[in-house]
């Protein structure tokens, strides 16, 4: 079974199969060995089809990456929680035979056991290596034990400079993975702009992107970032350097404002 990588790139909102190409590609070509997507997103296919030019191109198996998709709240409701097939038609799109790791992209609560059990049947089958939940707290975490009898070993959350999530050192304190989509809150003026995030980076010789990609890692979080750009991949890669200090850490820890770039996260019950 693969082992999660520290970092690994997303397909949310890529335009093209060009553009999905020469991502895949270019994070391939860098070490960047871990993939995400999601039915909501609509970019299975194309990340299939990138990933296999990619790994062929570049004289890869597929048991040297990591692909990550996801089962939606849509799919959960349709089905009532009967989602093999949802999982068997990514895989499909995806062009694998199996995934190293499936979330639930939203807990609701109604579908949630049903879920489970089939994501489970498909971990023992080998379908499926991981499971995990996106978009939860400590609290939905407890109602979701009480509802499974088991904790996911992945959470997926929105992390940023500007949305801490204190709960990650609980979630590591029982031995789950965290994983930060959005991890660069989507370079807003407030981090575009930030004269802490700007100082760090100015004393490291880095730029503030690789600095907040290198605190979620230095915090034990796997973050997420997506761009377009292979020059921005290269650059965000190249973190391997240097390490921030604790004063560098808790600097960047302070600018928390419980901000979230996805207003609708707040949508879901318990989050």
């Known amino acids: ?97 199996y995934f190293d790791l499936v979330l639930i992209h939203w807990p609701f609560m109604e579908y949630l056991d049903n879920t489970w059990y089939e994501l489970s049947n498909l971990r023992k089958e080998g379908i499926i290596n991981y499971i995990g939940i996106c978009n939860v707290n400590e609290k939905k975490l407890n109602e979701i034990f ?18 801490y999530d204190y709960d990650v050192e609980i979630f590591k304190r029982k031995g789950i993975i965290v994983e930060a989509y959005s991890p660069l809150g989507r370079m807003i003026k407030p981090i575009r702009c930030s004269e802490i995030l700007n100082k760090i980076a100015l004393k490291h010789n880095k730029n503030i992107g690789q600095i907040i990609l290198k605190w979620h890692i230095q915090r034990g979080i796997i973050p997420i970032f997506t761009s377009t750009d292979n020059n921005r991949i290269k650059s965000n890669l190249q973190i391997n350097d240097f390490k921030l200090d604790e004063e560098d850490m808790a600097n960047i820890r302070n600018m928390d404002k419980k901000y979230k770039i996805f207003p609708y996260s707040y949508g879901c019950p318990g989050y």
């Open 146 to 163: 009480s509802l499974i009898g088991e904790n996911p070993q992945v959470i997926q959350n929105e992390i940023s400079p500007l949305n």
């Open 1 to 97: 079974m693969n082992q999660i990588p520290n970092i690994m790139i997303g397909s949310f909102k890529i335009p093209s199969q060009n553009v999905m190409n020469d991502m895949i590609s270019s994070a391939i070509e860098n070490n960047c060995l871990g993939f995400d997507t999601s039915p909501s997103y609509g970019t299975e296919h194309a990340l299939g089809v990138a990933i296999n030019r990619a790994l062929i191109s570049q004289q890869k198996r597929r048991e040297d990456i990591f692909v990550s998709d996801k089962i939606d709240g849509i799919q959960m409701q349709k089905y009532k929680g009967r989602v093999r097939e949802c999982v068997k038609e990514s895989l499909m799109k995806v062009r694998c035979d």
